[in-house]
Nanobody
Framework: QVQLVESGGGLVQPGGSLRLACTASGSIDSFSAMGWYRQAPGKQRELVAAFTSDGGTNSGDSVKGRFTISRDNGKNTVALQMNSLKAEDTAVYLC?????????????WGQGTQVTVSS
C-alpha cells in the first residue's frame, strides 16, 4: 500500500510563497503520474500541477507562471513551489500518485495540507 505524506502548508499573505512537499513510502519511479490537486470549500477538486505518464508536466491555467512542480527521485518526493500567492489559491492541497498494475490503474491520495492566503 502506497502512502503519501504532504508537508509545507500554512498561512501566508497575498504575494507570498510556500513550498509543499509530498513524500511517498516507496519509489516514485513506479508511478505513472504524480502531482497535486486542490479543493476549496464549495468547489470541485482541480488539478494544480502534475508529472504525467509521458514524462512531461501539466498544470492548471490559474497557476501557470506562478507554481512550479519538481521531483527528487532519490528522496521519493515531489515538491510544489508556489509563488505570488493569491487569496483564491486558498484550498486543501492533495498529493496524488497513480500506478498502473496490469489492467488496473490505482490512484493514491495523501491526507491533504491546508494553504490559506490571507492578510
Amino acid at each position: 500500500q502506497v502512502q503519501l505524506v504532504e508537508s509545507g502548508g500554512g498561512l501566508v499573505q497575498p504575494g507570498g510563497s510556500l513550498r509543499l512537499a509530498c513524500t511517498a513510502s516507496g519509489s516514485i519511479d513506479s508511478f505513472s503520474a504524480m502531482g497535486w490537486y486542490r479543493q476549496a470549500p464549495g468547489k470541485q477538486r482541480e488539478l494544480v500541477a502534475a508529472f504525467t505518464s509521458d514524462g512531461g508536466t501539466n498544470s492548471g491555467d490559474s497557476v501557470k507562471g506562478r507554481f512550479t512542480i519538481s521531483r527528487d527521485n532519490g528522496k521519493n518526493t515531489v515538491a510544489l513551489q508556489m509563488n505570488s500567492l493569491k487569496a483564491e489559491d486558498t484550498a486543501v492541497y492533495l498529493c496524488f500518485a497513480s500506478q498502473q498494475e496490469a489492467t488496473v490503474l490505482r490512484v493514491y491520495w495523501g491526507q491533504g495540507t491546508q494553504v490559506t492566503v490571507s492578510s
